[in-house]
Every structure is written in C-alpha cells, then in structure tokens.
C-alpha cells in the first residue's frame, strides 16, 4: 500500500510542479512518512520518476486507443479526442503528468527520456494512423492528414500547457476549421 501512495502522491507533485521543483520530503509529507521511508521502495526520485513515466504513458497510449475506437462517426470522434484534452489536463493527474514531461522535460534526465518520449510518439502515431486508415476517401491522403492531425494534438496541447483554457479553446477552433476542409468530399 504505501509503494502505491508513494506513486499517487509523487504523481500528483511532478504533475503540479514538475521534477525540479518537486523533493522527495514534499511527496513522503503527502503520503504521512518520513523521506528516508521512501527509500525503502525507490532508489530516489529519479527511479520513481521514470517508474512513472512508464506506468502513465502506459495509461495515456490506452486512453487515446479506446477514445479513437469509440464508436461514431469519425470526425465527431477526432474532434471529441481534441476538445476533451483541455477538460482533461484540468482534471487529470495522468495527462498533466504526460504533457509536463512531453513538453518540459528535467534537463538532467533527457538522456534517459528522450528514448521513451520517442516511443510514446510512435505508439501515438500508429493509434492515430489506424483512424485515418479506415476514413472514407477524403482530400488528402490519410497518412498526411494524420500527421496534421498529431500536429494539431501537439500545438493545443502545448497551449493548454502553457497559454490556459482560453488560448487552449481558440487554437483548437482555429485548427479544426481548417482541418475539417480535408472531409469536405
């Protein structure tokens, strides 16, 4: 039990603060231990971080598989994956935790990260690659219009992490406007 609050906490910390800012005396408060405790669980911060990276990602590459599966037509599922983002890294640990090291990751681990960030993207892409594959003929190749459509996943998840809601909403109606262009048949 407290292996798993320890990740709970620590997740809720990297995902507010981020890795620098966030000390192992923070997350051993959270859980009601000692630091010294969690020790006995994790080398340091640096082993239950990356424990998480793995695990959330893990999660992440799930939730975006069974949105994209959901049933419906496929242009009210792409839109819904792209709205729900900015509700969803209000309310999610998970996808806050995701976009933090996606998008601001500790310079001190790149190395070891850079690795599962590329592997986190490829899963992404094939995911979103197999709903274009199976859309009915459309302007655009399928495989071009999927990577406008990661692209356009990149850009509003970076501006809900940096820019807010407000900016989060205006850049995703922006985008769609244009992207929806590619299903006009």
């Known amino acids: 039990m407290t292996k798993e609050a320890i ?3 620590a997740l809720q910390r990297f995902a507010a603060q981020g890795y620098d800012a966030t000390s192992m005396t923070e997350i051993a408060g959270d859980v009601g231990i000692k630091a010294p405790a969690i ?7 640096s082993e239950l971080f990356l424990e998480l990276v793995d695990r959330v990602f893990e999660q ?3 939730h975006i598989r069974q949105y994209l599966s959901a049933p419906g037509a ?4 792409l839109f819904g994956f792209l709205r729900d983002i900015g509700p969803r ?3 999610s640990p998970d996808l806050r935790f995701t976009l933090n090291v996606y998008y601001l ?3 001190k681990m790149l190395g070891v990260l850079l690795p599962l960030l590329d592997a986190y993207t490829d899963k992404r892409e094939v995911l979103v690659n197999d709903v274009f594959k199976h859309l009915p003929p459309t302007r ?3 495989e071009q219009l999927a990577s406008a459509y990661l692209g356009v996943m990149d850009g509003i998840q970076a501006e809900v992490l940096y820019g807010g809601m407000e900016k989060f909403k205006k850049r995703l109606e922006a985008f769609w406007a ?4 590619a299903f006009d048949r």
Not at 178 to 181: A, D, Q
């Open 140 to 142: 655009v190749p399928p």
């Open 74 to 77: 496929a242009e009210a599922v």
């Open 178 to 181: 244009l992207f929806r262009l």
């Open 105 to 107: 990751p500790p310079p």
């Open 39 to 45: 020790y006995a669980h994790f080398k340091g911060k």
């Open 60 to 62: 992440e590459l799930e």
């Open 89 to 91: 890294f209000e309310s």
């Open 7 to 9: 990740r709970q906490a």
